[in-house]
T-cell receptor
Framework: DQQVKQNSPSLSVQEGRISILNCDYTNSMFDYFLWYKKYPAEGPTFLIS?????DKNEDGRFTVFLNKSAKHLSLHIVPSQPGDSAVYFC???????????FGKGTKLTVNP | ETGVTQSPTHLIKTRGQQVTLRCSSQ?????VSWYQQALGQGPQFIFQ???????GRGNFPPRFSGLQFPNYSSELNVNALELDDSALYLCASQAGVGAKNIQYFGAGTRLSVL
């Protein structure tokens, strides 16, 4: 049973436009959420996180939104750049645990 | 560059064999987690070590075991390899326990079991 779901395996956007990556979760006990980015032949790299006490967190071009009632979070990248092309993983944690539960990932392609 | 290195990069084993994967943590990090990433899936938590003691385990059988050394490098051992063990194995180090301490991942070891 997958507790963290990324239903879009891939997403393609034009450079300069907004990229929106979505993530749904089923476990209402999750209270901390993270996004990781992964380039080929490299390990995942931390991007941004959000605590369940917030509904938005921003870091430069990256903003994560959390809708607890819908058990949904999204990552917005504005403006998108070709270097953002990577696989993006959504991850969740319960009770502050470092045991992260990952989604399957969404491959983002930003076209010049 | 995360400062977390894993060896070997690739490994081929046959069913029933045993394998040891190694991870060198980022300097100053006393916590390491191991993940298994099967093809087309996200990383799945195997276990974590904090100051040389196991500190949490995911849904993996006992034939998956680990060690953390005084210098905070670590090993993942898998006995009696099965075909389904074929995956990318990732280690991640962090400075202390807790989800809010960022986990820094290595590039992984690709294990193929034939």
């Amino acid at each position: 049973d997958q507790q963290v779901k990324q239903n879009s395996p891939s997403l393609s956007v034009q450079e300069g436009r907004i990229s929106i990556l979505n993530c749904d979760y089923t476990n209402s006990m999750f209270d901390y959420f993270l996004w990781y980015k992964k380039y080929p032949a490299e390990g995942p790299t931390f991007l941004i996180s959000i605590s369940s006490i917030k509904d938005k967190n921003e870091d430069g071009r990256f903003t994560v939104f959390l809708n607890k009632s819908a058990k949904h979070l999204s990552l917005h990248i504005v403006p998108s750049q070709p270097g953002d092309s990577a696989v993006y993983f959504c991850a969740a944690s319960q009770g502050g645990s470092e045991k992260l539960v990952f989604g399957k990932g969404t491959k983002l392609t930003v076209n010049p | 560059e995360t400062g977390v290195t894993q060896s070997p990069t690739h490994l081929i084993k046959t069913r029933g064999q045993q394998v040891t994967l190694r991870c060198s943590s980022q300097s100053g990090h006393n916590t390491v987690s191991w993940y298994q990433q099967a093809l087309g899936q996200g990383p799945q938590f195997i276990f974590q070590y904090y100051r040389e003691e196991e500190n949490g385990r995911g849904n993996f059988p006992p034939r998956f075991s680990g060690l953390q050394f005084p210098n905070y490098s670590s090993e993942l051992n898998v006995n009696a390899l099965e075909l389904d063990d074929s995956a990318l194995y990732l280690c991640a180090s962090q400075a202390g326990v807790g989800a809010k301490n960022i986990q820094y991942f290595g590039a992984g070891t690709r294990l193929s079991v034939l």
